[in-house]
């Protein structure tokens, strides 16, 4: 089994490898532009490889990115095992990372608590 580290190192690798083939649009499916891969985890036995992503628009085009990640999936995984070599390739999941919207709304939060603060110390 390998080293957490290396199933670090490994998951870094493949959030770069498909990172760069969102950029280069080397997959060519229209609902997967402006999507970003947030994260990848990789399980010990390098069964499955987890994949986080996330877009601009949230979470409204979410179903509608994962579905066309799912069909591309054999083509992904068929690229990536081109690019990292492994003795046996983990099998792709795709996830919706809600990370980037709960900050937004942790920030919008912030500022209104913020906004109300500076209201109270002007009417003192």
């Not at 493949?14 to 970003?36: A, H, Q, T, Y």
């Not at 990640?69 to 003795?87: D, H, P």
């Amino acid at each position: 089994m390998p080293s957490a580290l290396r199933l670090t190192r490994i998951g870094d690798r493949f959030r770069k490898e498909l990172s760069e083939m969102l950029v280069k649009e080397e997959i060519r499916d229209p609902r997967l532009s402006g999507i970003s891969v947030t994260e990848v985890k990789v399980d010990r036995e390098l069964s499955y490889a987890e994949i986080y992503v996330s877009a601009v628009e949230g979470v409204s085009r979410s179903k509608e990115i994962l579905e066309g990640l799912e069909s591309a999936s054999g083509y992904i995984r068929k690229v990536l095992s081109e690019r990292i070599e492994l003795r046996s390739f983990p099998r792709l999941r795709f996830h919706w990372d809600v990370t980037p919207e709960r900050a937004d709304r942790i920030e919008q939060l912030l500022l209104a608590i913020h906004a109300e603060e500076e209201q109270r110390k002007k009417k003192r």
